[in-house]
């Protein structure tokens, strides 16, 4: 009998991106980092596994339910990041020595997180970090967000907006509605629901009104119960994180440097009850948003955490820093419309990552079309030989144009012995796209041409 085939499907939460959306991909990450670069930025990379005791020590508690956590062979407690700054906070400690300061960096890695998926929200993603260590509010805070728009200009995505906060401006507020300090992580914890949970949840939870099943865990309703308010101070603590006034008046200076680096007013949105949920953060925050795609959530987000680093040093730098989720942006832009080949962000997204493809018709002529594709590689143009797959209708003709055609390969060059026996050799060159004419123009050129040729027909340029 024989043994029952495994089902092909990757994990719950987790993905395989075919090479279209992998192209879009590469694309978004390497506008961002370009982007990056060109605003002094240096790249950095760290582990994927960490201490699970550094890993524990940052988040808060509803975070850090979502650390993927085990035992390794040696019987060390570890587990998969669950962002890339609280790892940044650690490689500063350990080595802020040989690094100068303000520490600009960025990073593109995977994360973890036991999270429960839905559209946009998944268990393994690809995040794109910025960070600024070592300078003052709020002019780091202005670049990295002056960075974000010119890689959105850059990739055509303009439907977007900002929300702003600072977790300062949150804690005055309830300071004066009588709410102690001891209790604002908490608070705040709660407020960050508003977005998904509505006004009335939140309320409930903030009074102290929800049972003991509403919460993943006894400890979690009692730590709520001890930081419960008083109905009319959470009433008001609402009412006061509707009014964007007040909060654009404390935000005034860095809303002015913003617009000077040329981010429109019209994209950004104060939002007093924006607090982002994880603890480190202490002052300035912010997410990214897609317009018609909010059901997906933020598609970037970050802050200040002036006391992170701290926590490993006897000395805590200020940092802030901007995260970019690839993978929830790329499902955003497809909500919204932007993910398709004509839109701004696919636009001259090829499926192959080939420029032209080299059909081989007769083994004994591999070697002189082997050089050709040499040729053209050599001049800096991607370039596919077809390799025989293994049945009789590998040297086809018509199967070898169907490939290219369905690999989005532009250009194909056509050579047999007539044309590889010429004096001097030559090819033929065909032209496998629509958009710029009638579809199978084809031409003879000299393999001494060959190159120019196929630049002038991937610039667009006509044949004379």
């Known amino acids: 009998m024989a043994p029952e085939r495994l089902k092909p499907r990757p994990l719950k939460g987790f993905q395989d991106f075919l090479p279209p959306e992998a192209r879009l991909r590469e694309r978004i990450v390497e506008t961002f980092c370009e982007v990056f670069r060109l605003f002094g930025f240096a790249p950095m990379d760290t582990p994927a596994l960490e201490p699970e005791e550094i890993l524990l020590s940052d988040y808060g508690v509803d975070a850090n339910k979502q650390i993927y956590r085990f035992t390794d062979l040696e019987k060390n407690r570890v587990g998969l990041r669950f962002d890339l700054t609280v790892s940044l906070a650690r490689v500063i400690?350990?080595?802020?020595?040989?690094?100068?300061?303000?520490?600009?960096?960025?990073?593109?890695?995977?994360?973890?997180?036991?999270?429960?998926?839905?559209?946009?929200?998944?268990?393994?993603?690809?995040?794109?970090?910025?960070?600024?260590?070592?300078?003052?509010?709020?002019?780091?805070?202005?670049?990295?967000?002056?960075?974000?728009?010119?890689?959105?200009?850059?990739?055509?995505?303009?439907?977007?907006?900002?929300?702003?906060?600072?977790?300062?401006?949150?804690?005055?507020?309830?300071?004066?509605?009588?709410?102690?300090?001891?209790?604002?992580?908490?608070?705040?914890?709660?407020?960050?629901?508003?977005?998904?949970?509505?006004?009335?949840?939140?309320?409930?939870?903030?009074?102290?009104?929800?049972?003991?099943?509403?919460?993943?865990?006894?400890?979690?309703?009692?730590?709520?119960?001890?930081?419960?308010?008083?109905?009319?101070?959470?009433?008001?603590?609402?009412?006061?994180?509707?009014?964007?006034?007040?909060?654009?008046?404390?935000?005034?200076?860095?809303?002015?440097?913003?617009?000077?680096?040329?981010?429109?007013?019209?994209?950004?949105?104060?939002?007093?009850?924006?607090?982002?949920?994880?603890?480190?953060?202490?002052?300035?925050?912010?997410?990214?948003?897609?317009?018609?795609?909010?059901?997906?959530?933020?598609?970037?987000?970050?802050?200040?955490?002036?006391?992170?680093?701290?926590?490993?040093?006897?000395?805590?730098?200020?940092?802030?820093?901007?995260?970019?989720?690839?993978?929830?942006?790329?499902?955003?832009?497809?909500?919204?419309?932007?993910?398709?080949?004509?839109?701004?962000v696919a636009v001259g997204i090829q499926r192959s990552s080939a420029a032209v493809f080299v059909a081989v018709f007769d083994d004994c002529e591999v070697s002189q079309l082997a050089a050709v594709a040499r040729r053209l590689r050599n001049a800096g143009i991607p370039t596919e030989l077809w390799l025989k797959p293994g049945n009789r209708e590998g040297r086809s003709l018509s199967r070898q144009l169907k490939y290219a055609d369905r690999a989005g390969i532009p250009l194909a060059v056509i050579a047999g012995s007539d044309e590889l026996g010429k004096s001097p050799p030559t090819v033929q060159l065909k032209d496998l796209r629509t958009e710029f004419g009638e579809a199978g123009k084809q031409i003879e050129v000299p393999i001494e041409g060959l190159v120019e040729k196929v630049k002038d027909l991937l610039s667009g340029a006509t044949e004379s």
């Open 93 to 344: 400690a350990a080595s802020g020595h040989l690094l100068p300061f303000p520490f600009k960096r960025y990073q593109v890695g995977k994360v973890w997180r036991f999270d429960k998926p839905k559209r946009g929200r998944f268990r393994e993603f690809l995040q794109l970090d910025a960070d600024i260590v070592g300078a003052q509010p709020y002019e780091p805070e202005v670049e990295l967000l002056a960075a974000v728009h010119q890689a959105f200009a850059r990739l055509g995505i303009t439907g977007y907006y900002i929300r702003i906060n600072d977790r300062k401006y949150l804690a005055d507020v309830l300071q004066e509605l009588g709410i102690e300090d001891s209790r604002a992580k908490d608070t705040f914890r709660v407020l960050d629901k508003l977005e998904h949970q509505g006004e009335e949840k939140v309320f409930k939870e903030l009074t102290g009104q929800l049972l003991l099943q509403d919460f993943d865990s006894a400890l979690e309703y009692e730590r709520m119960q001890e930081v419960k308010v008083p109905p009319d101070t959470a009433r008001e603590l609402l009412r006061r994180t509707q009014d964007s006034g007040r909060l654009r008046g404390y935000l005034s200076g860095f809303l002015q440097r913003l617009t000077e680096e040329g981010v429109p007013p019209e994209k950004v949105r104060a939002d007093a009850s924006l607090t982002r949920g994880l603890d480190y953060y202490t002052g300035f925050v912010c997410e990214l948003m897609l317009e018609g795609a909010e059901s997906v959530g933020s598609v970037g987000g970050g802050g200040r955490y002036d006391d992170l680093i701290g926590r490993y040093a006897p000395t805590s730098p200020t940092g802030v820093g901007l995260s970019i989720g690839v993978d929830r942006l790329l499902a955003a832009l497809k909500l919204a419309g932007s993910g398709s080949d004509s839109s701004p």
